[in-house]
């Protein structure tokens, strides 16, 4: 896939030594093509990276509006919601929806952009942060270009452009934002030993919540050494694994942010566990507000993603706007939804005297 202008059925069949009715014959499947004829087609167009243009196809009736999603996860709530609503919004707008999820290998994704492509979907929406490093660029730009040239669009929802010319729709919400209203919300209760949990380098959207975390810090008086940020990544089985540790080896912190809200569910947990309250003994908030937050025990403090209005939105604006070649970027906010899941730090208890302790007599 390339960010060159759109091949056409004249070059696939100048370069196969046939008409162009014969490869449209043979792309099409619905004639009677000699083996050998069909072999030099197909291999020609595969060497030109053609594509037969979907809004082409859509004029013979043989294409169909189409919105493909690509998640790392179905089963995450947070991608459940999203998918939700871009589903709602196509279907409003009588288009039909396909999802795929990735567990967030690489080759997946662009196996599905690739077919996508191939059955003409006019939009393809990747879903969720990721690591923005050198490989994503050069495969984001590709998939942008190559969707271009074939007469789609790429929309990346809650994940960045790499480039300002890349054909592209950005879609997100203010992540450093709403980590830096949480973390202050324990800031303001009286916290000042307050834990990460949930940081993944190099992730766009776990390096936001981190970012925002430290600013709230900051904007308290806070030394940047008060920052613990614990690498976990996401999920519960994670969050009550790195709460476990976190209590075994500083048992002094009072509060915790949590990347999401099931990082969180694992933290309450292993909080439990070691015979601790929450938030009577340590304060817990999460990250996304997903619908079984207000069902934990206690109710989570959490910030609220507008997860199903961002997908929403990506379809909205993707139909609203189709023909911008340069990207544009629409950025949501977010707020904080208060529970019962904070509480003001307990006074430290005294020590008992000993026999060196001056104030023992």
């Not at 196509?90 to 567990?103: H, P, Q, R, Y």
């Not at 271009?148 to 790499?162: N, S, W």
């Not at 480039?163 to 919300?185: K, Q, Y």
């Amino acid at each position: 896939m390339t960010g060159r202008e759109r091949v056409t059925i004249r070059e696939v069949a100048e370069r196969a030594g046939v008409s162009i009715a014969t490869v449209s014959r043979v792309l099409s499947g619905n004639y009677p093509v000699p083996a050998a004829t069909r072999t030099r087609v197909v291999r020609a167009a595969k060497a030109l990276d053609y594509v037969a243009n979907a809004h082409a196809r859509a004029l013979v009736g043989g294409g169909r509006k189409m919105v493909a999603v690509v998640l790392r996860h179905v089963t995450s709530p947070f991608y459940a919601q999203v998918a939700e609503g871009i589903e709602a919004e196509a279907a409003a707008n009588g288009w039909l929806c396909l999802i795929g999820s990735t567990g967030g290998d690489p080759q997946r994704e662009l196996e599905f952009v690739q077919l996508m492509r191939e059955e003409g979907a006019r939009l393809v929406i990747l879903v969720g942060g990721v690591v923005e490093d050198d490989s994503y660029r050069e495969r984001v730009t590709r998939y942008a270009h190559a969707l271009d040239g074939a007469g789609a669009r790429l929309v990346l929802c809650g994940r960045p452009a790499p480039a300002p010319d890349t054909p592209a729709l950005v879609v997100e919400f203010d992540n450093e934002a709403g980590a830096r209203a949480i973390t202050s919300h324990l800031l303001s209760a009286g916290h000042r030993r307050i834990a990460f949990l949930g940081g993944l380098p190099g992730n766009s959207t776990l390096d936001a919540r981190v970012n925002g975390y430290r600013a709230a810090l900051a904007d308290h008086g806070l030394p940047p050494g008060a920052a613990h940020v614990v690498d976990c990544g996401l999920g519960r089985g994670v969050g009550h694994r790195a709460m476990t540790d976190l209590l075994a080896e500083n048992p002094g912190f009072t509060a915790v942010v949590a990347g999401d809200d099931m990082v969180a569910a694992g933290a309450i947990r292993a909080i439990s566990e070691a015979g601790l309250r929450v938030p009577h003994d340590i304060s817990v908030v999460g990250y996304n507000d997903i619908p079984l937050a207000e069902d934990f025990n206690p109710p989570l403090t959490t910030v609220r993603t507008p997860s199903e209005e961002l997908g929403r939105a990506a379809v909205r604006i993707a139909l609203r706007e189709p023909e911008r070649a340069a990207h544009t970027r629409h950025l949501l906010g977010t707020h904080i939804v208060v529970r019962d899941s904070v509480a003001p730090p307990r006074p430290a208890e005294p020590r008992p005297p000993t026999d060196k302790d001056p104030t023992s007599a």
